[in-house]
């Protein structure tokens, strides 16, 4: 099918996310017209970063109630693009503010909803998806049964296309936002400077029960140091009030899928798998051989992490330099 | 206030899960059912405003099949008023879209000012359910609370976790809140609670929703295959000297995985 795709291109702050370059990435192999629409207050810069990453047409709306994430400002803005370009297929990224936005005007518009997709393809006509469900113990083919479709793709599951020389066309939409915003955003709060998220990261490093003590996530951050990386955690290290809830990966936690996933002194419960078995690569280091963490991950080493920790982040130290 | 919480009787997070012969859809056998461990959060939250107002209404709505009576009946006893459950046939088996349309008719009859959901549905994620509710109901909507907070006792500010942040975010109601972990601590129900959940009614309904647009037949997305997850095989355990191992897996980040 050649066809049209429309992607949201997702930012905040007036930057891109890096995944929407992903999302631009597929919209080109599954289309043959690759139109992009960037939501905000005065974010037309971004337009030219989307062209280089395949976008043809970037379409506009700029207001200043947009600035933050208003999500039925948001919804009017995509479902007007959407009347607008008629694509077959509208493709955010699985974020917080992807999954937001794809659920309200799914419903608003009627369209075939395929969320947090690990792979999309086009099957004789229809979309097709990979998706994880019951916690990442099955993974499921989903069928779009009509077009258009709206899916969300899971950041990292694409690559990042190479850059092209290319200028996208360039226009402003209007848009009926409603009157009153019914749910506005009144503070947003950043976490500590310098923090990366794990939603984020590229690397991750998490410790669990086994690190003991709430003062070695020093030591699991000085891992994360050397790798760039974020730190995670199991449940058991954020109920026992060690680290804040929002570096828990797992069932009840957060889904990730990094380049690499270190585990540090995590058992590999399947509610922790749940949240990162999709990982490109996995290192864990455990001092029980039989740790099931070990069963889905491509390095395991057995031993202290209290010894093995140290040595990681000297040989990685040594390896950079 | 009059809440509803809307509550999916899911497989526990410990249960085995085996594809049923057909290949895209779960064996029932044996599996343990619990209520969705993001509602208890919705159940919990709904509780705690009721008894900070010490007046108000707190019903439970669930699609899905009768067996579902028990998952409702637990809510009933953490203190929950009464259930109503949406367990006609052609009203079940549709994807998130068409349950969002089916709540939302119940909803509209039951009339309450706030609606919370959980985040999400631990079986099949579909991740829609909640928001989309909100869009049939024209109602606005926060999603993934992780605290809500009443100035008025009218408008709910509430905070949402957001990538390397939170939001603070009002809204008027009524609105649907969907509930994210770290909301609060469910309760455990009490002997007593458990006796009383005994006598509280659970209601079964069939609203009205043109009947295209819902179920199987009305689905946008349909299960086309289950599969287990792939394998991920093959990987090296290292038990040696942590000295000659860590240089060893370093390498191999490096060459094979080509991280470093
Ligand atoms: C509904 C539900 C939802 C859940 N959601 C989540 C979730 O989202 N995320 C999550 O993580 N869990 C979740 N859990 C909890 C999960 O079942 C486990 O209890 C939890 O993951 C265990 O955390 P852990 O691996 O850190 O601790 P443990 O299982 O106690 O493992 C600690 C590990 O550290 C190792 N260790 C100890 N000392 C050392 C040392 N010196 N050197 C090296 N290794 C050492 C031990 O060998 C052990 O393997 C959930 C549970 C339920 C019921
Ligand atoms: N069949 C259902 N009955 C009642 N509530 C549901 C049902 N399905 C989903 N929900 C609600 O919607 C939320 C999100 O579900 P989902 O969109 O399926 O991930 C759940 O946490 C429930 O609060």
Redesign the pocket.
Known sequence: MAGRVLVFAEQRDGQCRKSVFEALGLAAQLGDEVHALLVGDAVASQAAELGAHGAQTVHTVEDERLARYWNEGYAAALAAAIDTVQPDLVLLIATVMGKDLLARVAARRNLAALTDCITLTENEGTFEAVKSMYGGKIFATIRAKRTPAIASLRPSAYPVPERQEAQPTVQALAVDLPAEQRARVVEVRKKEEGQIDVQEAEVIVSG???I?DPKNFEMIAGLAQVFGAAVGA????VDAGWIDHSH??????KTVSPKLYVAV????????L??MRTSQCILA????PD?PIFSIADYGIV????KVVPALVAEVKKVQA | MKIVVCMKPVPS??ARINIASDGRSIDPTDVEMVAN?YDEYAVEEALRIKEARGEGEVIVLTVAAEAARSEIRKCLAMGVDRGVIVQDPALLGGDGIGTARVLAAVIRELEPELVLCGKLSIDVESDVVGIALAEYLDWPHVSLATKIEWPDGKMAKVQREIEGGAEIVEVSLPAVVTAEKGLNEPRYASLKGIMAAKRKPIEAVTPSVDAGQVGAAGAGVEIVAMNPPPARGGGKKFEGEIEEVVPQVVELLKSEAKIL
């Open positions: 669990g029960r086994g003991k199991s449940r058991a290290a828990q990966v797992g069932q009840t936690g002194g995590i058992s590999g419960a399947i509610q922790h749940a949240g280091i455990n001092k029980d740790a031993g202290d992490l209290f | 997070s410990e461990p």
